[in-house]
């Protein structure tokens, strides 16, 4: 254990360049970010390290090459593969590699990947499940499920994002396999009303078309859009309105993925009203149109705001690491006012990764934020008085 910091110390600046954490006003004096994914991709590409870059670059297209194979093999050779979703599918091969890309290069920082290690260890710790076996489970419920921590912040924003979530949800499982040749429908007498739903060429179900759970079946895409548009809306709406959101807000990375989903969910609705009601006038059109805002947010979401899909399931690994230590009365208490800040293990694996980036200041991490204010406060009233010489 380090001593507290004497009040006459003057604690590192974060914008003071010469201090050890420095990187702060380095990375503020810098360019914008391009604009786009693919800027931001090729900037931080171009920032990484060799070792990194290439590595990401390696298990991304091991990736994709199993995707392209499970194509290849879950469509029978291609066989079930329709070729008019090939757009589609070319953008999920970009997706998984974008995704495979960027969780690489995320798990490379020291920060990321001390936590990482620390959830997987918490994940398959033999003790932990003898402590808490139901845990787990009700993590991913209430974590990854239905985000119990949006609820504390706006009961209206918990039940928005839900709906975008279900909503993704059912789109993504019926998309992924019907572009990939996975999921087949046939009519064993050709014409209907008896349908059979085949997986990987196996039949799983038959259905009539005519019944509710054939009509449920063809239109599961229909009710994904209905419970995305009321949702993305209100956090577009939320955009324009709040002055809390817009306040530092970016157009490509706050709005983009909102436009995008509404005009995802409104062209698909817009074709089966097309085909149901108008006998199929304007479908080529907005098929194209449709196609296009797909492709397009599949390759935006590795690279975008999206990407906290992918990074979420991760957290939960964290979240058990926390729980199982506070579990074992593990509460590290603040050194000066006796407050708990949070439970040993996790102060101590943020101590790790502060000295990993080498910011000479670890022992802060030991202090509650109000602590850490006062100590601040005094150490430059102190110098204050001493007329900074």
Not at 105 to 111: L, M, N, R
Not at 258 to 263: H, Q
Not at 280 to 290: I, K, N
């Amino acid at each position: 254990m380090t001593e507290p910091p004497e009040a006459s110390a003057v604690p590192p600046t974060p914008g003071d360049p010469t201090s050890s954490s420095g990187v702060s006003a380095r990375v503020t004096t810098e360019e914008p970010a391009p604009s786009g994914p693919g800027g931001a991709l090729r900037k931080a590409a171009a920032a990484l390290p060799g070792s990194v870059n290439a590595r990401a670059t390696m298990v991304g297209a091991a990736v994709s090459a199993l995707l392209i194979l499970a194509i290849v093999l879950g469509s029978r050779l291609l066989v079930n593969f329709d070729s008019a979703l090939l757009p589609y599918a070319v953008a999920g091969v970009f997706l998984a590699f974008g995704v495979a890309y960027r969780y690489t290069v995320w798990i490379s920082a020291p920060g990321a990947a001390r936590l990482f290690k620390q959830g997987w260890r918490s994940l398959f710790s033999a003790e932990n499940f003898r402590q808490a076996p139901t845990a787990l489970p009700k993590m991913i419920a209430t974590y990854l499920g239905f985000q119990k921590f949006l609820g504390a912040r706006s009961h209206a924003r918990w039940a928005a994002h839900q709906l975008i979530f279900w909503g993704c949800i059912l789109a993504a499982l019926i998309t992924f396999p019907l572009t990939w040749g996975w999921f087949t429908f046939t009519s064993g007498s050709g014409s209907g009303p008896g349908y059979e739903m085949r997986i990987w060429g196996f039949k799983i179900l038959g259905f009539d078309s005519l019944s509710f759970i054939g009509w449920v079946m063809f239109h599961g895409l229909d009710l994904a859009a209905v419970l995305v548009i009321p949702g993305a809306s209100y956090f577009l709406w939320r955009r324009m309105k709040d002055r809390g959101a817009s306040t530092g807000q970016r157009f490509g990375y706050d709005l983009i993925p909102l436009i995008a989903l509404i005009v995802i969910s409104v062209t698909g609705l817009l074709l089966t009203f097309s085909s149901i009601f108008l006998h199929g006038g304007g479908y080529e059109f907005l098929a194209v149109l449709h196609m296009v805002a797909v492709v397009f947010t599949l390759i935006y979401i590795p690279f975008g705001k999206f990407f906290h899909i992918v990074q979420r399931p991760a957290a939960v690994g964290m979240q058990l690491f926390k729980y199982t230590a506070r579990e074992g009365d593990e509460v590290f208490a603040c050194r000066r006012c006796g407050q708990d800040i949070d439970t040993e293990p996790y102060v101590e694996n943020l101590r790790g990764t502060m000295r990993d980036l080498r910011l000479d200041f670890d022992e802060w991490a030991e202090y509650c934020p109000r602590c850490k204010r006062v100590l601040r406060g005094s150490a430059y009233l102190t110098h204050v008085k001493k007329g900074f010489k």
